[in-house]
T-cell receptor, first 114, second 113 residues
C-alpha cells in the first residue's frame, strides 16, 4: 500500500470549512484513497473513499487531484463534534484476503474551535 | 454505536498476568480484524479472520498473543504473561465481503502495571 503524508495538526473555526490535505505521490493505478477519523476514546470511523473522481456523501467531500498524487478531505461546515484525528489511507479496494486490512499513519489532529 | 462491541472497555493488570478480550462483530460480517493502537500512533494491524479461519498474523503478534474466532462469530484475543509494552488500545473491526467500510468497536484499553 502507498504511503501517505498528512500535516500533524490543523485548526478550524466552527461553521467554516475544514480542508485536510493528504499527499500520496506513490499511489498505484488500482489504489483508492480512504479517509477515516477517530474521535477521542472511540474506534476509527469510515468517512469516504474514492479512486479518481471527486466524491461527496453526507459527511464530507473528497477531492483527488488529476494526477492522483494528493487529495483533500473537506468538511463543509465543521462543528465541535468534528474534532478528531483524521487518517488518509491508500489501498487496493478489494475485499480479498489481507488487501482489506488498513494501514494507518499518524493522521491529522483537527481541532475545531468556537 | 457501530454495532461492533468489545469487552471489557478497560483492563488494568499486573505484569505477568494473562488477559483476554472479546469482540462481537456485526452479525452478518464474515471478516474480523484486530488492531493495536499506542498513544499518539494510528492503529496497527494484528490479525485477521475470514469466518473462523485466521488468515494472517502480523509480526507484532508475538507468541504470547493468541486469537480465536470459534464458529465465525465473536472473537477473543488473549495475551499471556503481559508486559508493560503491551499497554495499548486493542481495537476490533468487522466487514462484510463486497463492502469497503470497516466498522470498528470502541476498543479495550489495556494498562499493564
Amino acid at each position: 500500500d502507498a504511503k501517505t503524508t498528512q500535516p500533524p495538526s490543523m485548526d478550524c473555526a466552527e461553521g467554516r470549512a475544514a480542508n485536510l490535505p493528504c499527499n500520496h505521490s506513490t499511489i498505484s493505478g488500482n489504489e483508492y484513497v480512504y479517509w477515516y477519523r477517530q474521535i477521542h476514546s472511540q474506534g476509527p470511523q469510515y468517512i469516504i473513499h474514492g479512486l479518481k473522481n471527486n466524491e461527496t456523501n453526507e459527511m464530507a467531500s473528497l477531492i483527488i487531484t488529476e494526477d492522483r498524487k494528493s487529495s483533500t478531505l473537506i468538511l463543509p461546515h465543521a462543528t465541535l463534534r468534528d474534532t478528531a484525528v483524521y487518517y488518509c489511507i491508500v489501498r487496493v479496494s478489494r475485499n480479498t484476503g489481507t488487501a482489506s486490512k488498513l494501514t494507518f499513519g499518524t493522521g491529522t489532529r483537527l481541532q475545531v474551535t468556537l | 454505536d457501530t454495532g461492533v462491541s468489545q469487552d471489557p472497555r478497560h483492563k488494568i493488570t499486573k505484569r505477568g498476568q494473562n488477559v483476554t478480550f472479546r469482540c462481537d462483530p456485526i452479525s452478518e460480517h464474515n471478516r474480523l480484524y484486530w488492531y493495536r493502537q499506542t498513544l499518539g500512533q494510528g492503529p496497527e494491524f494484528l490479525t485477521y479472520f475470514q469466518n473462523e479461519a485466521q488468515l494472517e498474523k502480523s509480526r507484532l503478534l508475538s507468541d504470547r498473543f493468541s486469537a480465536e474466532r470459534p464458529k465465525g462469530s465473536f472473537s477473543t484475543l488473549e495475551i499471556q504473561r503481559t508486559e508493560q509494552g503491551d499497554s495499548a488500545m486493542y481495537l476490533c473491526a468487522s466487514i462484510q465481503d463486497s463492502y469497503n467500510e470497516q466498522f470498528f468497536g470502541p476498543g479495550t484499553r489495556l494498562t499493564v502495571l
